[in-house]
């Protein structure tokens, strides 16, 4: 069974960089598949960040683009997120994600649980 | 950016058909996917490529996908229906979330 866990801190001060772990059982991630970022704000709705082909190719949000970098890292079976100057607008329930990239029409099959990261001072 | 729009929210009575929609321009251009998500859980894969059911979806879940919006049909809708819905879709290499819509089985 393929299980996802978000790992990294729950707290993080306005104008630094948030920092994310997923870590991957049950499925090598050097096998195929892409792994994305999803968020989801209190009482709103889910926003895609990003995604990474085992390339190491990356898509992100146009929103967010230049505030997003997610990486591989294939010997440890887990990929990560990193978001630069974070406000408190990003504060949210992270969650990672395996995406299915059989065409047509990608879509994430398996998440994770969720992390909640609150931007404050 | 490309947008899709959902109704905030559905009611449907227990046994009854419930129709979510999720409306962008030529959706039925793109592939369309639906989540389910109950309260305090990661969201669900409910329909995929438009139509099709992973294993163990009840079959009572449908899908459709024509011109401008994607219908995500309940039949014989179930209490432990109640969830939000959201729809998904690729546009340039963008995936786009709808905003959700709340079921409510009455």
């Known amino acids: 069974q393929v299980q996802l866990q978000e790992s990294g801190p729950g707290l993080v001060r306005p104008s630094e960089t948030l920092s994310l772990t997923c870590a991957v059982s049950?499925?090598?991630?050097?096998?195929?598949?892409?792994w994305g970022w999803i968020r989801q704000p209190p009482g709103k709705g889910l926003e895609w960040l990003g995604t990474?082909?085992?390339?190491?190719?990356?898509y992100s949000n146009p929103s967010l683009q230049s505030r997003v970098t997610i990486s591989l890292d294939t010997s440890k079976n887990q990929f990560s997120l990193k978001l630069s100057s974070v406000t408190a607008a990003d504060t949210a329930v992270y969650s990672c994600?395996?995406?299915?990239?059989?065409?047509?029409?990608?879509?994430?099959?398996?998440w994770g649980q969720g992390t909640l990261v609150t931007v404050s001072s | 950016s490309y947008e899709l729009t959902q109704p905030p929210s559905v009611a449907v009575s227990p046994g009854q058909t419930a129709s979510i929609t999720c409306s962008g321009d030529?959706?039925?251009?793109?592939?369309a996917c639906w989540y389910q998500q109950k309260p305090g859980q990661s969201p669900v894969v409910v329909i995929y490529?438009?139509?099709k059911r992973p294993s163990g979806i009840p079959e009572r879940f449908s899908g459709s996908n024509s011109g401008n919006t994607a219908t995500l049909t309940i039949s014989g809708t179930q209490a432990m229906d109640e969830a939000d819905y959201y729809c998904?879709?690729?546009?340039?290499?963008?995936?786009?979330f709808g905003g959700g819509t709340k079921l409510t089985v009455l």
């Open positions: 990474i082909y085992l390339s190491g190719i990356t």
């Open positions: 049950g499925y090598s991630i050097s096998s195929g598949y892409c």
């Open positions: 490529q438009d139509t």
């Open positions: 998904q879709a690729w546009d340039s290499n963008t995936a786009v």
């Open positions: 994600a395996r995406q299915i990239v059989a065409a047509p029409g990608p879509y994430f099959d398996y």
């Open positions: 030529k959706l039925g251009d793109k592939y």
